[in-house]
């Protein structure tokens, strides 16, 4: 039992090396400016089938990427290539993309038009609360005051709500992490309640 049990342990550390690494790579990618918009454009074609063309709504239950940063774009599709990231809808989809292609792609939905959720309207209890529970969690912080992000944090202003909220309850159940454990620690003690109140908050910015 104890063998297995370092072998986990071992299995985790040598994960958060290895996703150190890969954020390391995708930051000195983006920083050297090798993604080309132009070139992305004509690489998208499958994402924006689920994701939405630009600016435009995505199908239920998976994130709006236009206007997005461009470091958290290719750090996420090089998790989810190298298989680090478990999405079910993404499995196999990027395996034939190489690092200039996921870099160029980044830049193209970077540049592009934010999405801006709407369709529902605003709930003026639950964005209250959302709005204090940001407060208290300190979501600025790091997502920016106005939750565009920043590098490989990502924009979570006007997201589609389903996807926000989901997200959220995977960070607090341990489903998902980032390249730290930041949002897990953040999300730990969050309610249902909560997310659900900071996902609508979020999403009708």
Known sequence: MLQIHRTRWTDSVQRVFLIIGLATLSATATAQGKGDPARGAAKVAACAACHGPEGGKPIAGMPALSGQQEEFLVLQMILLREGL???????GMLKAFSDPDLMDIAAYYSNTKPFTASGSE?????YAL???ISK???CGSCHM???????????ITNQREDYLAAALKA???????GVDTSMNAVMY???DA?????????AHQ
């Open 85 to 91: 990231r478990d999405v079910p809808a993404m499995n």
């Open 122 to 126: 605003r709930n003026p209890q639950r």
């Open 130 to 132: 959302g709005a204090d």
């Open 136 to 138: 208290a969690m300190g």
């Open 145 to 155: 005051g106005n939750y565009t992000g920043q590098r490989q944090v990502p924009r």
């Open 171 to 177: 960070y607090r159940d341990n489903r998902r992490s």
């Open 189 to 191: 003690k969050a309610t």
């Open 194 to 202: 909560d997310i659900a109140a900071l996902a609508h908050y979020l």
